[in-house]
């Protein structure tokens, strides 16, 4: 009330043109939790839980058995990407089991008031020449075609101009990286940092996905192993970063990308988020924008796994609302025994295989028994809890000055702890006017793998909490945003994302290298199954993006979709 009193009582022409959202008090707010059943997860742990530890509890015993070919536990981006690969490979008797009633894991979709709008993941980096199998997905859905001997995305699905935009020092500035009034010392370390990138990507390979980087025989360099012994904040005091403006769009691309911030995540992620894509860039720098292009939807990355499981819903191998109680693996085959929520009946699928594309932390309880790797990768992980916050607004908002209102719009020091700003569901819209002159929903954003009892309180507070949370921060830039609001949906994820702490690398590399050896016969189509850069037995693979220690779609697609060959080899 004190920000509000004060925009209200100033008499400088710049907030008189906000006064308007002074007055009238803030409408009755609809909304509550959407996207995820959290209590359903809840009750698999508590289930699960009943045993004495380290051992689970036994599973309810079947009330029916079902076979196939493939078992695909996990419907995430891995998951779906296993299927995909396994229907490539002429394989077509296979099921995949979901926890949730909608496949897509951190990439799931939704709506608020009839309008699309992001439930996690909202974008996709055009990939490079590494994450071969995503451009492989993205030609078979026509984002993508040869012109002329060259490669062009279609240009509906590029995000539109303007991209990107900061809220520093009262004003909108465009781009993220801050620049409005910073001095000297703060450009010159700009330009250092982004000189000390090009150094280390030029010394050795940062690939996404990563796995593409690590040979199957070799540990990670010895620059690698360096830079995941210390966390990024310590490798900026001993490199001398110490710039203010520079460590919080470092810290805030931290939390973008892995839940936590430079603090926590070891100095090989920081390096990551900028080497394995585009360099970082200081003001004045020429920008290759074809490769720092982005694929956005209304829906986010929705837009991809609603696609990817389409054929699956046509051909009855999708299962949704089943929890995942047992993996037994025995000599003949493997057991899965699967609760359908629906019914309340517990179903058991024998098949020769499965891929298990479950969180580590999951697939640690259900594999039974766990075997040592995986016992250790869930005690060795961390993971974020993470929330969006989908804000339905009923026409546009008023905007401070500055650069113009841009699909990603960024809060500096957002006063909500783990913030990371808003990305405007309507902005890729061919309609321009509706686009300036309707309704849309704000997708707010919050990583709280640095909030102390983060996961509690994600568990046990109202929906209003943070629905109220984000609002207040918005108001800010936005002061009649709780007059335009109607409804807020909130989107809870208590594990969202494996936190790359330093080890991380060095500890799931070990477990790759330490895969048992075993030979695949070749493709019913004449090709050789990938080397499977995760764990495996000779009847179970494990597919999953906290096998890279962090979550993004290259990491998880890339996995999936190796775990698919190699098990369509077996």
Known sequence: MQRRQFLCTATSAATALLTAGCGPAPRALQGGFAGIDLERGHQLRDLLARGAPPAPAPAPAPGLVRRAQVVVAGGGVAGLAAARALRLAGVEDFVLLELEDQPGGNSRGGAVAGLPCPLGAHYLPVPGDDASEVQDLLEELGLRQRVAGRWQYDERHLCHSPQERLFFRGQWQEGLLPQQGVDDSTLAQYRRFARQVQALMQAVRFTMPMLKSLSANKPPSPIHQALDAITFEAWLDTNGYGDPHLRWYLDYSCRDDYGAGLARVSAWAGIHYFASRHGFHAPGEPVDEAREAVLTWPEGNGWLTQRLAAPLHAGGQLRTGCSVLRIAEGRHGVEVDALHHASGQVE???????????????????????????????????????????????????????????????????????????????????????????????????????????????????????????????????????????????????????????????????????????????????????????????????????????????????????????TAAG
């Open 348 to 566: 058991r699928w024998q098949a020769p295989r499965c891929i298990v594309a479950l969180p580590v932390f999951v697939a640690a309880r259900v594999v039974q028994p766990a075997p040592a790797f995986l016992q250790a990768a869930a005690q060795r992980l961390r993971w974020a809890p993470w929330l969006v916050a989908n804000i339905h607004i009923d026409a546009p908002l008023q905007d401070r000055p500055g650069a113009a209102p841009s699909w990603d719009n960024v809060l500096y020091q957002d006063d909500n702890p783990g913030g990371l700003g808003y990305v405007d569901a309507g902005h890729q819209r061919l309609n321009t006017g509706a686009l300036l002159a309707g309704p849309t929903v704000l997708s707010y954003y919050q990583a709280l793998g640095d909030l102390p009892q983060g996961r509690e309180q994600l568990a046990t507070q109202p929906w209003t909490h943070w629905a109220h949370a984000a609002l207040d921060a918005l108001a800010v830039p936005h002061p009649d945003l709780p007059q335009r609001a109607t409804r807020v949906q909130v989107t809870r994820y208590g594990h969202a994302m494996s936190i790359p702490v330093p080890g991380t690398l060095q500890f799931l590399s070990k477990i790759g290298l330490q895969r048992p050896s075993i030979k695949r016969k070749a493709l019913s189509n004449g090709e050789q199954a990938p080397w499977l850069p995760t764990p495996a037995s000779a009847r179970l693979a494990f597919a999953h993006s906290d096998w890279s220690g962090y979550s993004v779609f290259e990491e998880a697609f890339t996995r999936g979709h190796a775990a698919g060959l190699w």
